[in-house]
């Protein structure tokens, strides 16, 4: 007999109308963003000891942390992207051989309001005038692109807004973090660096000098040294308001790929985009001092277009030169953030081209200076990682994410790759002997039907660089179910150790890390004793003040007590 549900007409129509949700039906749009692997999850809970192929390396014990955007409820918009869903963290817990899995939602303000009003109340990403009137000056962050480990907990962060503290144990939210009150600018970086030979956490925000909404040019750097005290804040200007993701660091400085992905106020009170490609605009490297530095200090080298990845090290060499690696496109890889007046072009990211470059910087050549990359190597990936112990160090090894499309691919079975076809595992050697020069090639193939997602690098104790093992997900696309990966991570080529299964879907991931239990442990006996609990911001941001008080926080004049560039 057929379902009674098939024999009648469906009582609510599709809950979109000219691109807008109405209605309370509880329905995610029907596009590429809201399909396949990337269709809602919105699942917290716990698995014990997952099951394994192979065998994990008795040597692990620590665990995985990752984090996926996740829409808890159906967006505002029909054309949401990815980006814009609430941040789940990931724990994979590893030790004697078998593994844990929990996961659980950043519970941030954003997340508390919706859920209080069950439906979606923030609209467009990054962009607080589509929002609903009841949550004005509410931050609207949505934690989901790094989750770190810092003195005792893991910070959840996002560029568009302040972190949010985790326990590491139970994935349970502190709440907002702003280092016990030293740091109350609007934005925050999702790729803080961690000095290994000082413990010092080296941070930065763009779009830092009002609500974090402005599309203004200001940008702080900070330092936070190993026992949590803000040792460093400079104040500057960027030469364009454009996008400011990730970061490197040497000895002595701070770099920032300043993107081309340019942010407009007048578009976003229009109801548009906060980002537009400019294609016609230079990439952009901020050479920032990590001590003592002031405004002036700071200088921007150019080169051609080009949209900036992810950076994998950055040291200085004999000469006091910047030696900068980084993915670097040839095109937009946001296709859904368009030049202004174009319509995005899905077909287009297929044809980039994402060479790992290598720029060696003259720190005290003038500011403007244009630059060429000194070596184009075609790996054609994405989402690098090195052994993060040497992290300011000269260093030979790096892994990545690889797109082969030499490579057989099921597309029948699969559909369209969501997030890209990052089917290899790459990992690449810089020639030891000559900074000019590459090295090696080491690569694994997933397979026709999977692709993967960011590495974790996992350190052997002891070990030289890059001895340990490689850990990351693997998309299983015609399954729709993932796995986690493990290798020796100098010897891909060799297959997996291990391979963990997953009895579920996760979501594309951005970033994550693997943090040993044994400083997980260490930290959890000092905030146990004489540093007490994690404590959690316990004053509003100052431009929510200025917001409760009437005032408009964009013309306030002041942000953390420092006038834009530093000035008092």
Known sequence: MAHLEALVP???????????????RVKFPDTVAFAGMNKPSRFEGDIVDLEVTGEIPSDIDGTFYRVQPDH??????????????????????????????????????????????????????????????????????????????WRGMLLASKEDGPPFAMDPVT???????????????????????????????????????????????DVV??????DGRKTEELWFKAPFAGMIHDC?????????????LKMSLERLKAGGNKFAWDP???????????????????????????????????????????????????????????????????????????????WVFDPKAKDGTRYKPSIEWTTNGEFSRIDDRWVTKKYEHFWQL????????????????????????????????????????????AGPTATYQEPVFIPKEGGKEGEGYLAALKNNLDELRNDVVIW??????????????????????????FVDHRDIEAWQERRAGELGPVQPAKEPLPWQKAFANGGASQQNGQTNGHGVNGSS
């Open 488 to 513: 020796d991570a100098l010897n891909l080529a060799k297959g997996p150790l291990a391979t963990l299964h997953l009895p579920l879907r996760m979501k594309l991931g951005l970033h994550g890390n």
């Open 280 to 358: 016609k605009e230079d990439q952009v490297y901020g050479i920032v001092p990590r001590r003592g530095g002031k405004p002036e200090d700071v200088k921007w080298f150019r080169a051609d277009n080009g949209f900036h990845g992810h950076v994998a090290g950055c040291y200085e060499n004999e000469d006091g030169h910047i030696i900068f690696d980084l993915t670097v496109a040839d095109g937009n890889v946001f296709f859904w953030f368009p030049p202004d007046g174009e319509r995005p072009d899905l077909a287009s990211r297929g044809r980039l081209s994402s060479p790992t470059c290598r």
């Open 221 to 226: 750097s900070w330092t936070i040294d190993k």
């Open 72 to 149: 808890r409820f159906p967006p505002m918009f029909e054309d949401d992207i990815h980006f814009n869903g609430d941040g789940v963290i990931t724990a994979i817990s590893i030790k004697n051989g078998h593994a844990d899995f929990k996961q659980r939602y950043v519970k941030t303000d954003k997340y508390k309001k919706e859920d209080e009003a069950k439906q979606a109340l923030f609209g467009r990403y990054r962009n607080p005038y589509t929002d609903n009137e009841s949550v004005r000056g509410v931050i609207r962050t949505v934690s989901n692109t790094n989750i770190t480990f």
């Open 248 to 260: 490197g660091i040497s000895k002595n400085y701070l770099v920032l790929p300043l993107t081309p």
């Open 171 to 217: 994935l349970e939210t502190i709440g907002r973090y702003d280092f016990e009150g030293q740091i109350t600018a609007p934005t925050f970086t999702a790729h803080p660096k961690f000095d290994p030979e000082t413990g010092e956490m080296i941070c930065f925000a763009y779009e830092a000098g009002a609500d974090g909404h402005d599309c203004g040019v």
């Open 402 to 445: 690889r797109v082969d499309p030499t490579r057989p691919y099921d597309f029948q079975r699969c559909g369209p790759p969501a997030g890209g076809l990052f089917n290899c595992m790459a990992h690449y050697t810089w020639d030891p002997a000559d900074e000019g020069k590459i090295g090696t090639e080491d690569v694994w193939f």
């Open 10 to 24: 469906e009582v609510s129509s599709y809950p979109y109308s000219n691109g807008k949700k109405t209605g309370s």
